[in-house]
């Protein structure tokens, strides 16, 4: 049920503390601070190449999966979308693991490159949610999230459970391939550990969000800018305000606008700009003010630092708590499905079961 909230998607959202705790509690050991994975019935020092392969949403939180594996475990990372991967020719060799990601576990096309790679000889890990999934079942190492069953069309809590998991697995990676000291173990699952109660405090920033949705709500395009591995947090904020309140929105590395979005940049369109503070914090506010020299309204999301050093000439700021970067992209998450959902709310659309959208795509 609903409980007292008004819809799934916003209860959802809201158990996003509790469920990342839960799913996070299966892979990290906290009475030692140690990873605690499932241990595969292959070699995990022996890939030496990593396929990630999803849809939608699950297809971003691959993105940012990239840079954690690149990071931490110093291992290759190719990502597609499912519907691309297939029709490609894929060079698959030997001691590569395709990582499938997907909520459901059924998506159709999701599932036919985990068959094509499996065909192929690869080593197949599933991030999912539905345990008894035909993803589930025929992967050779399961890492379930610990979601619940999601029943908003537009994903979220799946999402940064998702999140939780690849960056857990990731640094399980490292560990077997001699990339991580106990040290530097230790910490990771410390700034992990964190995510529940940073989730926890982004939620505070509902009423502020739900105030701003207006600024939104009347525009015709939006824009979202991030870098690195929030970079991904862009596009996850453009197709979520696309699918449930129908405005047209793109998600843009904020280091390409200058080669050729900013054309389209005037004072109708509004431009979130994910910035935390950390090592691409300047960069991407340079982009922010070109954006800002060209009539750009910008919402910046940032923590209390970024909003200081960059907060004025935003038509409005919100102010984040302030996390390790390694959990930005799960706490970033947060203010841009609020801000989709408020946005969906004033316009009237349906956002449990928008149009043309099914939960679960099993046609290719
Ligand atoms: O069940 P899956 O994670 O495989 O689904 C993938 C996409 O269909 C899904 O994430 C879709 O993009 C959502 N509606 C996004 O909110």
Redesign the pocket.
Same mark, same amino acid.
């Given at each position: 049920s609903k409980g007292n909230h008004r819809h799934y998607m916003l209860k959802e959202i809201y158990e996003q503390p509790v469920v990342v705790a839960q799913t996070l509690r299966s892979y990290l050991r906290r009475m030692d601070d140690q990873l605690a994975l499932p241990v595969p019935d292959f070699d995990l020092d022996a890939i030496r190449r990593v396929t990630i392969v999803?849809?939608?949403?699950?297809?971003?939180a691959g993105m940012v999966a990239k840079y954690w594996f690149e990071q931490f475990a110093r291992v290759p990372v190719d990502i597609d979308v499912?519907s691309e991967f297939r029709y490609r020719a894929p060079v698959m060799a030997d001691g590569g693991l395709m990582i499938v990601?997907? #909520?459901?576990?059924?998506?159709a096309d999701?599932l036919a490159a985990l068959r094509h790679a499996k065909a192929e000889g690869q080593k197949i890990a599933a991030v999912?949610?539905?345990p008894t999934s035909s993803?589930a079942r025929e992967a050779d190492l399961l890492l379930p999230t610990h979601a619940g069953p999601e029943i908003?069309?537009?994903?979220?809590k799946?999402?940064t459970c #998702?999140l939780a998991v690849l960056a857990a697995f990731a640094a399980n990676l490292a560990r077997a391939k001699g990339r991580l000291n106990p040290g530097e173990e230790r910490e990771l699952v410390r700034h992990l550990a964190e995510a529940p109660a940073a989730l926890n405090a982004a939620l505070a920033y509902d009423e502020t969000i739900e105030a701003m949705a207006d600024l939104v709500a009347h525009a015709r395009d939006v824009l979202y800018l991030g870098r690195g591995p929030d970079y991904p947090l862009a596009l996850?904020g453009a197709?979520?305000l696309k699918?449930i309140s129908y405005i047209h929105a793109e998600g843009y590395a904020a280091g390409e606008m200058k080669h050729g979005p900013i054309a389209l940049i005037d004072d109708t369109v509004p431009v979130i700009v994910l910035a935390p503070s950390g090592p691409l914090f300047e960069k991407t506010v340079s982009n922010m003010q070109e954006v800002q020299a060209r009539g750009g309204k910008v919402v910046l999301i940032s923590d209390y630092d970024g909003v200081q050093a960059a907060g004025e000439g935003c038509i409005a700021t919100i102010t984040m708590p302030k996390v390790h970067p390694l959990i930005a992209p799960m706490v970033y998450a947060v203010p841009v499905q609020l801000l989709a959902y408020h946005v969906a709310l004033a316009k009237g659309t349906d956002v449990d079961q928008?149009r043309n959208?099914?939960?679960?795509?099993t046609v290719e």
């Open positions: 999803a849809c939608g949403t699950s297809y971003y499912a990601i997907s #909520q459901s576990g059924e998506t999701t999912v949610n539905v993803m908003g069309v537009a994903s979220t799946a999402f #998702q996850e197709l979520k699918e928008p959208l099914a939960k679960s795509v």
